[in-house]
């Protein structure tokens, strides 16, 4: 079973940067971050497929987000940069043991573990 605990959340005004850490017990073959604001569905953010280090971003994040691994701390971070007030939202990190291939590292229904979360609040 992968355990996952993310942080790094908090408050920050708009322009601001967060990096979000989530430390794993095991590595995945697919890594996500997804984020969920109140009324809205859960959102994929960014994610990594990591035997081939193929990343995706959605568009509303590209240019602003960066996913990266550091393996040998096991941990995965988002760092947030040029942060906007429609980027608050609970950011949950998720991983797959075992995918099939980067093509679903943007799906929720791909990652079997996940998070507790942690919050991300933007002031305009």
């Known amino acids: 079973q992968v355990q996952l605990v993310e942080s790094g959340g908090g408050s920050v005004q708009a322009g601001g940067s967060l990096r979000l850490s989530c430390a794993y017990s095991?590595?995945?073959?697919?890594m996500g971050w997804f984020r969920q604001a109140p009324g809205k569905e859960r959102e994929g953010v960014a994610g990594?497929?990591?035997?081939?280090?193929?990343?995706y971003y959605a568009d509303s994040v590209k240019g602003r987000f960066t996913i990266s691994l550091d393996n040998a701390k096991n941990t995965m971070y988002l760092q947030m940069n040029s942060l906007k007030s429609e980027d608050t939202a609970m950011y949950y990190c998720?991983?797959?043991?075992?995918?099939?291939?980067?093509?679903?590292?943007?799906?929720?229904?791909?990652?079997?573990?996940w998070g507790q979360g942690t919050q991300v609040t933007v002031s305009s």
């Open positions: 998720a991983a797959a043991f075992y995918c099939s291939g980067a093509w679903g590292i943007h799906d929720a229904t791909t990652y079997g573990y």
């Open positions: 095991y590595s995945s073959m697919c």
């Open positions: 990594i497929y990591t035997p081939g280090g193929t990343t």
